[in-house]
């Protein structure tokens, strides 16, 4: 079966401004707006908040 758009991935880019990237899948219908995650970030050794990018 093919993939619907439903899920779409999404990159989500640290606000801190290491460059550091996840890459996740969300749901459209629940979450329209840009996701905003609080993850880990190894360059800054410390958890920040991780912004989608489109």
């Given at each position: 079966m093919a993939r619907?758009?439903?899920r779409p991935v999404v990159?989500?880019?640290?606000?801190?401004?290491?460059?550091v990237t996840y890459v996740t899948r969300k749901n459209r219908q629940n979450d329209p707006d840009r996701l905003?995650?609080?993850?880990y970030d190894p360059v800054?050794?410390?958890?920040?908040?991780?912004r989608e990018v489109r």
């Open positions: 619907t758009t439903q990159t989500l880019r640290s606000t801190a401004g290491t460059g905003v995650l609080r993850k800054v050794a410390a958890h920040v908040e991780f």
